[in-house]
């Protein structure tokens, strides 16, 4: 088995290098990372600027990009060979419910997943790295048992893992979640610089909108571990139907002045 590490908190994160040390003895594990923390950048991918690819002393390659940008370099050009599986995290902090849209660490995982590659995204509950021996161990339980039920270097899927920050004997089960939803964000941060002008910082994400039964929000409360299967369609196919006669009426008054 042949495995790509990404993340989006940096090639020196505790998380990758945990990720890395659980999974080099099961299979051929290869890390190509961002140089820098790239929390937040998504699926972005650099297309004016060059991308340069460094080695540091442990092996690991990291770039000047993001996240996505390390795995389609990596599967474009860089390695010699397609991975059976592409592993992103373990990110410092939960990506859970409207976290998945902005999420680096998920976007590395689904740029994997876009070249037809099985792809899971990990990320621990909590931004402490409290346990991360436990979530690491959990991460390498999971890729194991996929790998005997012969679902990995098949057809391509995409997991999103939440993994409480629990000592192991705390650990509750995993279980299979929807995505939960947040609250709108926290107010912009607005400072003044030393020159006098203005700077905004995003605010804090919102708390949890929708936490019932079943969602990835309130199964990692609970102290289980979440597992969300993902898409990349955005379509709302649920709605196709209600759209249907704007779009006839939209069509009939094209080119119409």
């Known amino acids: 088995?042949?495995?790509?590490?990404?993340?989006?908190?940096?090639?020196?994160?505790?998380?990758?290098?945990?990720?890395?040390?659980?999974?080099?003895?099961?299979?051929?594990?290869?890390?190509?990372?961002?140089?820098?923390?790239?929390?937040?950048?998504?699926?972005?991918?650099?297309?004016?600027?060059?991308?340069?690819?460094?080695?540091?002393?442990?092996?690991f390659r990291y770039v000047n990009g993001t996240p996505a940008d390390c795995v389609h370099i990596a599967l474009t050009g860089l390695i010699d060979y397609r991975p059976d599986l592409v592993v992103s995290g373990i990110n410092n902090g939960a990506n859970m419910g409207d976290d998945t849209i902005y999420s680096g660490t998920v976007g590395a995982a689904m740029e994997g997943y876009l070249f037809g590659i099985p792809s899971i995204a990990f990320s621990q509950v909590e931004r402490n790295w409290h346990h991360l021996d436990v979530a690491a161990n959990k991460a390498r339980e999971m890729v194991l048992q996929m790998s005997q039920q012969n679902l990995i270097g098949q057809t391509p899927w995409l997991l999103n893992v939440n993994i409480p920050n629990l000592p192991l004997l705390e650990m509750g089960h995993l279980k299979?979640?929807?995505?939960?939803?947040?609250?709108?964000?926290?107010?912009?941060?607005?400072?003044?610089?030393?020159?006098?002008?203005?700077?905004?910082?995003?605010?804090?994400?919102?708390?949890?909108?929708?936490?019932?039964?079943?969602?990835?929000?309130?199964?990692?409360?609970?102290?289980?571990?979440?597992?969300?299967?993902?898409?990349?369609?955005?379509?709302?196919h649920n709605h196709l139907g209600y759209w249907a006669q704007t779009a006839a009426k939209l069509a009939a008054v094209v080119g119409v002045d």
């Open 1 to 59: 088995m042949k495995i790509l590490i990404c993340n989006d908190d940096g090639y020196q994160a505790p998380g990758v290098v945990a990720l890395y040390e659980a999974l080099k003895d099961v299979a051929d594990v290869e890390v190509v990372a961002p140089e820098q923390n790239n929390s937040a950048k998504s699926n972005a991918l650099t297309l004016h600027t060059p991308l340069y690819v460094q080695r540091a002393a442990n092996g």
């Open 176 to 236: 299979l979640c929807r995505l939960g939803r947040r609250h709108s964000a926290e107010a912009v941060i607005t400072q003044q610089n030393p020159r006098g002008e203005t700077m905004y910082w995003i605010g804090a994400a919102g708390q949890a909108k929708d936490d019932a039964e079943g969602t990835d929000f309130h199964a990692t409360a609970q102290g289980h571990i979440s597992m969300t299967p993902l898409q990349v369609d955005l379509t709302d």
